[in-house]
T-cell receptor
Framework: AQKITQTQPGMFVQEKEAVTLDCTYD???????LFWYKQPSSGEMIFLIY??????QNATEGRYSLNFQKARKSANLVISASQLGDSAMYFC????????????FGQGTRLTINP | DGGITQSPKYLFRKEGQNVTLSCEQN?????MYWYRQDPGQGLRLIYY???????QKGDIAEGYSVSREKKESFPLTVTSAQKNPTAFYLC??????????????FGQGTRLTVV
């Protein structure tokens, strides 16, 4: 079975600082994908970034980067130069071949950016 | 614009009643999903469907039912057997051909409250 663990229930960061949100995973699938989603207070889920298990380089999308450490089974999200609009819930998720494409989510981290 | 539409946004149900949540997508996606989110929690998979006329139970299917008669539509019925249905329900869809790296697109959600 696949499992995602996010150990930080809440994070508080000053505006313009970088922040790292932790995510560890467990799976028996030989191939899998890792995702990060942002959920503002309005409730919709916004896709941020994707990392494939066989990708050689860490994924980057603008201010978002994914620090993928396969041996440690971790997929931390790094947000550079945080902005007030980054305040939201952040969810790590994974997919796998044996998981029949369904996404498994972690519990989430509530990020608050202080001015 | 292409996307996923969930309706209604807010729904109130009396105890003992069945209620159906609507989810429609015009993205031509094969796979569709229903997730439940409780306050401060992650998303838990209720049901998913990879193709028309076929669907599978997720982790918390008890008390719920679905149908997939059309590619565009994946309605969720919350039955009276669901003991604690008050929650935020999210519908999602994704392409089926590239299961690992295909992000899921989410609707705006339906907040169900039992009164």
């Amino acid at each position: 079975a696949q499992k995602i663990t996010q150990t930080q229930p809440g994070m508080f960061v000053q505006e313009k600082e970088a922040v790292t949100l932790d995510c560890t995973y467990d799976t028996s699938d030989p191939s899998y994908g890792l995702f990060w989603y942002k959920q503002p207070s309005s409730g919709e889920m916004i896709f941020l970034i994707y990392q494939g298990s066989y990708d050689q380089q860490n994924a980057t999308e603008g201010r978002y980067s994914l620090n993928f450490q396969k041996a440690r089974k971790s997929a931390n999200l790094v947000i550079s130069a945080s902005q007030l609009g980054d305040s939201a819930m952040y969810f790590c998720a994974m997919s796998g071949i044996q998981g029949a494409q369904k996404l498994v989510f972690g519990q989430g981290t509530r990020l608050t950016i202080n001015p | 614009d292409g996307g996923i539409t969930q309706s209604p946004k807010y729904l109130f149900r009396k105890e003992g009643q069945n209620v159906t949540l609507s989810c429609e997508q015009n993205l031509n996606h094969d796979a569709m999903y229903w997730y439940r989110q409780d306050p401060g929690q992650g998303l838990r998979l209720i049901y998913y469907s990879q193709i028309v006329n076929d669907f599978q139970k997720g982790d918390i299917a008890e008390g719920y039912s679905v149908s997939r008669e059309k590619k565009e539509s994946f309605p969720l019925t919350v039955t009276s057997a669901q003991k604690n249905p008050t929650a935020f329900y999210l519908c999602a869809s994704s392409l089926r051909d590239t299961p690992l790296n295909t992000e899921a697109f989410f609707g705006q959600g339906t907040r169900l409250t039992v009164v």
